[in-house]
């Protein structure tokens, strides 16, 4: 009785399924009509197992797998004997093994295809000495273009920004500038400039705090101390991010001076050649 | 030719039959002998999931594009016309919005998705916990392993075909990870990606590996798996009546066939139900993936939250051997994942170095009775229970207001000593259930002379009790009827759905 009524109401279900697509009742009809048409269906499956059919316990041997010893034996010598039949098997057997060897290896061969081979060493980004910096509309970056604490992603002029091309430019007071030696003058009017791409697994470093300038990543909450040359100060980020020297032109717009300070993104195997290339 | 039937499925029974020959296993078949425990359930689970995945899998590749040319959006969804993005993402909102049925599809999808990794991921917990692993069933223990890793990866591969911002940020990440292998990272990172990073035809690459390659390899690998499953047989817990030679339980025809059918039924209803009310992955609020764009709050289904959060609970250091590197994520995401995939392939062996025990086992433990096994299982899941929380921590700053320094460090030290306490203080409960019972309750092998206070006096009464408490026991456990089976899918639906519920709703505050 039960379970007549459950494929009843299945059926019933399944019509009103149609009927809610064709009348493009929305998501929710659909799914709704379609579960009481599956779940009273597998309701009326269970409950006429459960009511209608034996329930009693059954025992069943269980077989053995382990194979008698003699039997065990058997196959083996049945295998031995034909093998012993075979003639020449070494030298062919070897052949063979060669032959299949070097089949294999030459239909996987064009698995290179897959990729080209890692360009060696220097990861080679859009930047270089005498690159104005544009935002993402393409419109060149000044010295009037931030405010103190000011913020915004640029990229290099002149080509289809490329993953490794992103840079967040900040500009901060210089007298709250703590950079490594050496790059004194990469900061025309407070303007810094780092690598975007974080140094751990290589999302966009995308937050960024002003009070105590500091970038967060927010795929592992890596945190980089700005005004120290962004180097980490919490999370998983091995390396500070890589500065871009900046320099201003006579008519106040601003360009790099050169290349990355040291390698752009996340670790890897080779980071030692890049860094090489690099010096 | 005689005729033993005459119906007419029957008829075509026979015919086929005296073509092939497969009467005898046919009726050994049918005779098959199901325990009856609802533990057996999760398996079922799994394998049903699969079969939903697949039928709206096929709906959904009907529909995507597995494109990255760019396009202007001016589709139904207002909020993103005039939006550039890939064609791939652009399939999927409209699947979302201008296909009928699109959405319940694809939602539906992505529910039976996490419910199938989670039925494996009980199901592998309850083969562990009663040693169901143990010889003749080591193989089956490694295709089932090997199922839930092909698993991972198959749902990570769907996942990222969207091309949305969250999918696009894991891809970024999963690129840094392949790379950081020592020696061959970058080799294989061109390989898959076709070049360096965001390379070129990825998703098409992807899509063929999500709807061909590893759904393939999965279905041959259940199979595999299902062989090596009935080839012994099916484990059973001790009870009356129940030996190492024998299973006692429900006969396959027609009585468990037809409850399992029913089962199959009751999984896609729940999946369907869940995929037309509780919404998930959202891609149209996302919006579409921009290199030089990352959202916050950003989640990955559970079965890699965990990598997430092993990324994020380690320090930031990586090794530098001379001129080489081994990269920061390279430990978290390829070495320590690596190490506890290679302790669950080895495990089987392992302990039957350490117990010396290479018999054959049909008999399940009880967990209480292997207390260092179960210790141990409970620990690696309280380490994995860290590393989901440390995954979604930056979800709970934000909505408390907390500074993320502190909660990270506690987690960090959490993942060391939280395992050993769990461990002990588990290791220690199971004795002590193991002790307070009658000593011929314990499933443990070797009978144990150890004198226990609960010890029974030996003689007469002994018997009668035993039956008594196999039966209280029966009641407990052991009874696989529509009630359990209902009651354990709408558990485990409702604890995802109450997951998801309290995530989003601390998503939505945190923003
Ligand atoms: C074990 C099996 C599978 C798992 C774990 C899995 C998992 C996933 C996941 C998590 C998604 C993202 C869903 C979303 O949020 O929209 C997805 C998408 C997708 N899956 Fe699968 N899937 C499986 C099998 C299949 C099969 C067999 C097919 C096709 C024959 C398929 C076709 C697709 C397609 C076309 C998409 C992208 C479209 C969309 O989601 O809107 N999947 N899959
Ligand atoms: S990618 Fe930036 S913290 Fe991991």
Known sequence: MRVALAFLVSMAASVGFIGAYQLDAGTQWLALSLSIALGSLGAGLA????????????????????????????????????????????????????????????????????????????????????????????????????????????????????????????????????????????????????????????????????????????????????????????????????QLPLRADRDGLLLAAGDFSGPVGPDRWRLGEVKDGDA | MTDHTTTPIGRLAQWIDQRVGA????????????????????????????????????????????????????????????????????????LSFSVRAGLLFRQTHHWAAIIFLGAIFLHLCRVFFTGAFRRPRELNWITGVTLMVVAIAEGFAGYSLLDDLLSGTGVRIAYSIAESIPVVGTWLAYWIWGGEYPGEGFLSRLFAVHIFLLPAVIAALIGVHLFLVARPHHTQFAGPGKREDNVVGLRLWPSYATLSVGLFFLVAAVLNLMGGFLQINPVWLYGPYDVFVVSSGSQADWYFLWLQGALRLMPGVSLELGPYTVANQFFPAVLYPGVVFALLYLWPFLEARVTGDRGEHHL????????????????????????????????????????????????????FVLPVLVGLGVWKAARDLSR????????????????????????????????????????????????????????????????????????????
């Open chain 2, 364 to 415: 399940l433990d009880r967990p209480r009775d292997r207390p260092l096994r179960t210790a141990l299982g409970a620990a690696a899941i309280a380490g994995f229970v860290v590393l989901l929380l440390a995954g979604s921590d930056d979800v709970f700053v934000t909505t408390f207001d907390w500074s993320i320094v502190p909660v990270r460090n506690v987690e960090r030290v959490l993942f």
């Open chain 2, 23 to 94: 009467a005898k296993f046919t009726r050994s078949t049918l005779d098959y002998v199901f325990p009856k425990h609802f533990s057996f359930l999760f398996g079922e689970i799994a394998l049903y999931s699969f079969v939903v995945l697949v039928g709206t899998g096929i709906f959904l590749a009907l529909f995507y594009t597995p494109s990255e040319a760019e396009v202007i959006y001016a589709g139904t969804y207002d909020p993103l016309r005039g939006v550039a993005m890939t064609e791939a993402y652009e399939s999927v909102v409209d």
């Open chain 2, 436 to 511: 307070a019972d009658p000593p011929d309750r314990r499933s443990a092998a070797p009978a144990s002379t150890e004198p226990t206070p609960a010890d029974a006096p030996a003689g007469s009464s002994g018997v009668a009790a035993d039956a008594v408490a196999y039966r209280r026991h029966e009641v407990r456990h052991g009874d696989s009827g529509p009630t359990t089976l209902v009651g354990a899918i709408a558990a485990v639906g409702a604890a995802v759905a109450v997951g998801s519920l309290v995530r989003r709703g601390l998503r939505d505050r945190s923003h």
């Open chain 1, 47 to 242: 409950w006429w197992s459960r009511r209608l059919m034996p329930q009693e316990s059954s025992e069943e041997a269980r077989p053995t797998l382990a194979p008698p010893p003699e039997e065990e034996r058997e196959t083996a010598e049945t295998f031995e004997a034909g093998r012993r039949g075979i003639r020449r098997r070494g030298l062919l057997g070897g052949l063979l093994a060669a032959a299949v060897g070097a089949l294999g290896l030459g239909t996987v061969w064009p698995a290179r295809s897959l990729g080209p081979p890692p360009s060696s060493g220097f990861r080679q980004t859009g930047w270089r000495e005498g690159v104005h910096l544009i935002d993402e509309t393409g419109r060149r970056i000044g010295i009037d273009t931030l405010d103190f604490g000011g913020v915004v992603t640029v990229f290099p002029e002149g080509r289809d920004p490329a993953a490794d091309d992103q840079v967040v430019l900040m500009r901060i007071p210089l007298e709250d500038l703590d950079l490594p030696e050496g790059r004194a003058n990469w900061t025309p009017d407070g303007y810094v400039a780092f690598s975007k791409v974080c140094t751990h697994a290589g999302c966009p470093v995308g937050l960024y705090q002003d009070v105590g300038y500091l970038l967060l990543c927010p795929c592992h909450q890596a945190t980089f101390d700005v005004v120290q040359g962004a180097v980490p100060v919490f999370g998983p980020a091995p390396r500070e991010l890589p």
